[in-house]
């Protein structure tokens, strides 16, 4: 076995065994939304997942501890996993237990989903007494509304912040790295998990991340569970309001009277602009509203020296130089 190979598998065993004692911890609280039916050992148990790399729909685990030390995580097959999802949920009391397993970090992108998540988790983490602190992962390819949006929520909510930002920018990185794309993401790991990851490294003691991830958003997010071990943060990742609906998202913001994100006026996503899922008519948004921004997406481009462009439609590419251009003309 080569170099290589044997780092990957000291990974997988390392992975492996925090799993099964982050799984220990979420099967000991006895979370009643999370509790399904094992047929291998004719009693209830805690459902959970498992990261597996280059693996879209995770395989699921119904885990049983007595809380004197032993433990058991048996795989559901295909089938039994999808029964299994349809019949979990997380609520309001199954929150409160996960507040208490560590400090508590709240992913806040900017963006209603993750609004809505922190008050939620502001309110909960009163009734509990305990103190959260909101995490924003400043990619540095975002607008400067959504940045001063974020600082300006936190201080009307009173939740400490911290924002967190990759060692060279995205248009650096970008220059040297290529423009992301579909196939070569390489920005997510590098904008956002990366930052994450190094500051949740350096806090001591056990921690729980609570992000805004819903089953609505995407047949993906669907199969995921609302309780699991993130494999970059090393810590239990918590989604308070996976089963939520758009509208009721939009409800709990409108009643608690929450500030609006400036993304709603710009007519377009404003979280991001590494390139990745962006099409050309949002581009041309970008150079009306930010041509600062645009045109450092250009230079960008420039220094693919016409290999790559964000713009691909129809087998062409389009420079992003030449849409400025028409509408100069």
């Known amino acids: 076995m080569c170099a290589a190979e044997n780092d990957k598998s000291r990974r997988t065993n390392a992975y492996d065994a925090a799993w099964a004692d982050a799984a220990r911890a979420i099967s000991a609280k006895n979370l009643r939304g999370l509790q399904v039916y094992c047929s291998r050992c004719r009693r209830s148990g805690t459902l959970t997942s498992k990261w597996v790399e280059k693996t879209p729909v995770k395989p699921l685990y119904i885990c049983h501890s007595n809380g004197n030390g032993y ?13 299994a999802r349809a019949k979990i949920s997380i609520g309001r009391d199954d929150v409160l237990k996960l ?30 007494n305990k103190e959260i602190t909101a995490l924003h992962a ?31 920018d995205y248009f650096e990185t970008a220059k040297r790295w290529g423009i992301p794309g579909v196939r070569s993401r390489w920005c997510c790991e590098t904008l956002k998990v990366a930052p994450m990851r190094r500051f949740l490294a350096t806090v001591e003691g056990p921690k729980v991340i609570f992000d805004g991830i819903r089953a609505a958003e ?22 308070p309001i996976f089963g939520w609906s758009d509208a009721k998202v939009l409800n709990y913001i409108q009643r608690h009277n929450l500030p609006k994100s400036p993304a709603q006026h710009l ?51 389009i420079p992003l130089a030449s849409l400025k251009s028409q509408k100069l003309a």
């Not at 400043?138 to 912040?161: I, M, N, W």
């Not at 602009?273 to 099409?279: D, H, I, Q, R």
């Not at 041309?284 to 290999?307: N, S, T």
């Open 218 to 239: 995407s047949n993906i997010r669907a199969t995921y569970v609302p309780v699991w071990f993130h494999p970059a943060f090393r810590c239990i990742s918590v989604s």
């Open 71 to 83: 433990f058991k995580a048996c795989e559901l097959d295909e089938a039994r996993a999808r029964a």
């Open 267 to 317: 007519n377009t996503s404003a979280e991001c602009w590494c390139g990745a899922y962006k099409c050309k008519a949002d581009f041309e948004a970008l150079l009306d509203i930010h041509p600062e921004i645009f045109d450092k997406l250009v230079d960008v481009e420039k220094a693919q020296r016409g290999k790559y462009t964000f713009i691909f439609e129809n087998g062409k590419r």
């Open 99 to 128: 507040l208490r397993l560590g400090s508590p970090f709240i992913l806040f992108s900017g963006g209603k989903d993750s609004l809505c998540l922190l008050e939620y988790m502001r309110r909960l983490a009163r009734h509990a």
């Open 138 to 168: 400043d990619t540095t390819a975002g607008f400067p509304e959504v940045e001063e949006y974020v600082h300006k929520v936190c201080r009307k909510l009173k939740v400490p912040l911290v924002t967190l930002r990759p060692h060279r």
